[in-house]
């Protein structure tokens, strides 16, 4: 009997840089800018246009940049969904993943009545002459609308080529068209210098106006989406994606200073700008016509502007409406390839290569969109949820550069990390923030969705959702109930006789801090075996934590925890998180990794991102300690390291507190102020000392060699630190042959902080 | 000129270069890692390090 064998479909990857910048751009320079400058300018002025449009850019070149980063190393179909996925798990890529799928249908619906408003006044009203009341006019824009939308979901069912190609020609055709209208405007200003004066009143209405007006036309920017959708079917992506991205942003942002600074210069001040009886700024004037304020004013500026505007916003509209269908489509195609969504959104057409169902999913929303909703609510709709969107990869970034340095391979790495994502976090809540004012219904709209989206995921994706190589998995575990307020420890355990290496220290700390105790097993299992052989690497792990609890469990509430991990530091992090641990307690072998990590692999990344103070043990064994030495050199650390000294002290054990005075001195008695009673520790037992030295590693050592224990708080530099200045404490601790202890010490705000990011 | 004019340009200007700056250094930034084979972050931080040094 022959073997069955899987048919593997996948897209196809024939996407090249210019493509792929042409799509992003396609998907800006749309009709956000047509609306926007007629829209906005009654809003900021004529001078805060042009500074809505650039700062825009600024904030959108700051998200474009998490997006490239993320893209050039997670460079899949989905965008922000993989992001999420990776960064905070199924249930936070599920909403990233539904909200991306709404935003673009919603934009691709705003596009479609957009194109439809436009064509039918000109072929309508300017060339048939013909009278038609405005609901009839109405019905006929939506019929088009939806017209216009089927095309281009055929266009996108015939695939990623001429999806990709199409809509580079009429990208390169519209954005030269609006290079063409900026640069007529900068002749007209050379030639007449007075128009200048139009930029008067700069800001009429304050700076605070500025704000509202970038969250109106937001949407204008948000095409960097759409190209990392295309990370399936882009060559050389690492490379090609983040480049396009901020490209993109460069070429849309110029573009629309330019095509703002020529709208508001063609227009002549004079008396002919009178509407009802009163003489108007050109800038009001523009204002005035609302969304058609821009053609009015370019039609002042050229000839036959009525008919190169309509079929540049013919050209601007489908483009923008091709990218949004792509992109909501891709959005979608990945929720059904991680099951997320019913698998028939995975499913790819054999002879086109495209998501065939998903197409037509999302086809369906921007249908019903344009065929039965207001355009401004739409918009305003797009905006908002691309507004959520962008917040969620700004915090996504930081949290995947932090948590994932070591397993991602990266294309682009943004400069002066995190500064961009923050201050594109600050800039998207004050939009959002200000966006209440420019549509209630836009809230609600949104809100409902994301509501929607909940219930999808509680009723269906959590039942259905794959595993990926990403993800931690709980395989075995049991619970005791706690009571609240108790102070947990966990102890990462790596095999037995690791296990009961630390078995009567972790007794003392659990005693004193009146915890219970969290045990934990992570399973690193290699990338290539599936989960369901994962059990393999079970056996030591459940050996250590089986014989722990034959220990600890007569003392104290113990619970259990084997997981599946890609990676044991990020396993450990996202339990700690979790349970809401108070204290990780860890072995470590005692040899430090290569050049580029402080102690090793693992440890490195806990002692730097744990919420929680960190304890690491080398060498330790089930004896009582007659002398334990603290170096101390006056930081959290220090006196996280005397109180774990006299936590695992016995009445008879001596304490030294010891400090090298090199530079800068500190003195160790000043620690003596903790009241060691509270240990079981006489005051007697404990003794400051300091030491003139140069080498302070050498007198550490020198000094340890009268001890049979020390306890050392860690550096407190930031990781990948040591790189260029290395760090005493984990130089002492590699080379100190005695039992040793390491100890870093929560960081408060930090700390907490880094429970979410 | 009024005030806000001249704050208004400033602003104006140094958007329109920080975005200038901002895209041509990450551009070379893409090149350069793009240049030779995968690194993770940590390799990449530790590379520019020694550069910075030598």
């Not at chain 1, 920017?221 to 090609?240: H, L």
């Not at chain 1, 209440?436 to 219904?441: I, K, L, R, W």
């Not at chain 1, 800068?664 to 003139?692: C, E, H, M, W």
């Not at chain 1, 080498?695 to 020198?702: F, H, P």
């Amino acid at each position: 009997m022959a073997a069955r064998t899987e048919v593997h479909s996948e897209l196809s990857r024939d996407l090249n840089l210019f493509h792929v910048t042409m799509m992003g751009l396609g998907m800006m320079i749309g009709a956000g800018v047509f609306l926007g400058i007629g829209n906005c300018i009654g809003i900021v002025g004529p001078g805060g246009l042009l500074l809505t449009f650039a700062l825009n850019g600024v904030v959108a070149l700051f998200t474009a940049m998490s997006y490239a980063e993320l893209s050039s190393a997670i460079p899949r179909a989905g965008g922000a969904y993989n992001f999420a996925r990776i960064g905070y798990g199924r249930q936070a890529s599920f909403i990233a993943g539904w909200m991306e799928w709404f935003a673009s249908s919603v934009a691709g619906a705003m596009y479609a009545m957009t194109f439809s408003l436009y064509t039918m006044r000109f072929i309508l009203t300017t060339w048939l002459k013909l009278d038609i009341s405005e609901n009839t006019f109405g019905l006929i824009v939506k019929a088009a609308a939806v017209a216009a939308a089927v095309l281009f979901i055929y266009i996108n069912y015939r695939g990623a080529s001429e999806t990709g190609k199409i809509g580079a020609i009429v990208t390169l055709l519209q954005t030269a068209f609006m290079f063409v209208i900026g640069g007529i405007g900068v002749i007209i200003a050379l030639k007449d210098p007075a128009r200048l004066a139009n930029f008067h009143d700069f800001i009429p209405h304050g700076w605070l106006k500025l704000a509202v007006a970038m969250g109106a036309i937001y949407v204008a920017f948000e095409g960097y989406e759409v190209i990392a959708q295309a990370g399936d079917e882009v060559s050389n992506p690492k490379k090609n994606l983040p480049k396009a991205m901020l490209l993109s942003v460069l070429v849309v942002t110029l573009t629309y200073v330019l095509v703002t600074f020529a709208t508001i210069v063609a227009v002549k001040g004079g008396p002919d700008l009178t509407v009802g009886g009163k003489q108007l700024q050109p800038w009001q004037w523009i204002g005035s016509f609302n969304e058609e304020g821009f053609r009015h004013a370019v039609g002042r500026m050229i000839p036959y502007a009525n008919l190169l505007l309509t079929l540049a916003v013919i050209f601007s509209s489908t483009s923008a409406l091709n990218a949004t269908i792509y992109s909501g489509t891709r959005a979608s195609y990945a929720l059904g390839r991680d099951s997320m969504l019913p698998k028939a959104f995975a499913r790819i057409s054999g002879s086109r290569k495209t998501p065939w169902f998903a197409l037509l999913m999302t086809g369906g929303i921007v249908i019903c969109l344009a065929g039965f909703f207001p355009i401004k609510e739409v918009q305003a709709a797009a905006s908002l949820t691309f507004l959520v969107l962008f917040f969620l990869v700004n915090v996504c970034v930081i949290k995947i550069r932090r948590s994932m340095s070591d397993e991602l391979t990266y294309g682009y790495l943004m400069p002066l990390f995190p500064l961009f994502p923050v201050l594109a976090i600050i800039c998207q809540l004050t939009l959002v923030f200000f966006m209440h004012e420019f549509s209630v219904a836009a809230l609600v709209t949104a809100g409902v969705w994301l509501v929607l989206g909940f219930a999808v995921y509680w009723l269906y994706s959590r039942f259905h959702a794959v595993a990926t190589a990403d993800e931690i998995h709980i395989l075995e575990e049991e619970a005791a109930p706690l009571e609240p307020g108790t102070a947990r420890v966990m102890l990462a355990v790596a095999n037995p006789a690791n296990a009961l290496s630390m078995v009567k220290n972790t007794y003392k700390i659990c005693r004193q801090k009146k915890a219970s105790l969290e045990l934990i097993h992570m399973v690193p299992v290699p990338d290539l075996v599936p989960l369901t052989d994962a059990d393999k690497y079970l056996h030591e792990g459940k050996e250590g934590i089986t014989e722990t609890i034959l220990y600890l469990g007569g003392h104290f509430k113990v619970n259990s925890t084997l997981r599946y991990c890609r990676n044991i530091a990020r396993g450990i992090l996202s339990a700690l998180r979790e349970k809401k641990i108070n204290m990780l307690i860890m072995g470590w072998h005692g040899r430090r990794n290569n050049g580029l990590f402080s102690v090793g692999s693992t440890v490195d990344p806990l002692l730097e991102s744990s919420p929680c103070d960190v304890i690491i043990m080398k060498n330790c064994c089930d004896c009582e300690y007659e002398n334990i030495l603290v170096p101390v050199a006056g930081g959290p650390n220090s006196r996280l390291a005397f109180e774990t000294a006299l936590t695992l002290a016995s009445k008879k054990t001596r304490i030294t507190l010891f400090s090298v005075v090199n530079g800068r001195s500190f003195d160790p008695s000043t620690l003596l102020t903790i009241d060691t009673r509270l240990y079981g520790v006489k005051p007697q037992n404990v003794a400051a000392k300091s030491v003139p030295g140069h080498d302070v590693k050498q007198a550490i050592l020198d000094e340890a060699e009268n001890c049979d224990m020390m306890v050392i708080g860690a550096s407190r530099k930031p990781m990948l630190s040591h790189v260029f200045h290395g760090t005493l404490p984990e130089e002492v601790a590699e080379a100190c042959d005695k039992s040793l202890i390491m100890v870093s010490a929560t960081r408060g705000l930090r700390s907490w902080i880094r429970r979410w990011i | 000129m009024e005030a806000s004019m001249t704050l208004g340009l400033i602003v104006l200007g140094l958007a329109v270069i920080g975005i200038i700056a901002l895209v041509a250094w990450s551009c070379r930034i893409i090149d350069r890692l793009n240049s030779g084979e995968e690194k993770t972050s940590r390799q990449i931080i530790k590379e520019q390090q020694n550069g910075s040094q030598d």
